[in-house]
């Protein structure tokens, strides 16, 4: 079992920065890819973010790429989510979750999910 806690959401302005962190407890964080979706209201949850186990691959939306960076601390059982040059469309409940596959970008292949934080962005 693993439990994920997000953080580090609020409100900014279009073209602003803010920096998500995801803390795991329980087993090994190291085993697991990490992800980061995200669902605005009255829309379905869509993916944002993926990294490896080790943290060398990465895999992004091509709405987020350019923008978003994903990065991970196996020391400190934290996955990261550093967001520039934010867009009110970016506004929504950012989740992280940890899976079992390789780069995958759809909820189905994670098995464990935090609560979410919440990102406002004001035009």
């Known amino acids: 079992q693993v439990q994920l806690v997000e953080s580090g959401g609020g409100l900014v302005q279009a073209g602003g920065s803010l920096r998500l962190s995801c803390v795991a407890s329980g087993r090994t964080f190291s085993s697991y890819d990490m992800g980061w979706f995200r669902q605005a209201p009255g829309k379905e949850r869509e993916f944002v973010a993926t990294i490896t186990r080790s943290g060398i691959n990465t895999a992004y939306a091509e709405s987020v790429k350019g923008r978003f960076t994903i990065s991970r601390d196996n020391a400190k059982n934290t996955v990261y989510l550093q967001m520039n040059s934010l867009k009110p469309e970016d506004t929504a409940v950012y989740y992280c979750?940890?899976?079992?596959?390789?780069?995958?970008?759809?909820?189905?292949?994670?098995?464990?999910w935090g609560q979410g934080t919440q990102v406002t962005v004001s035009s």
């Open positions: 979750a940890a899976g079992g596959g390789y780069l995958i970008t759809t909820g189905p292949g994670y098995d464990y």
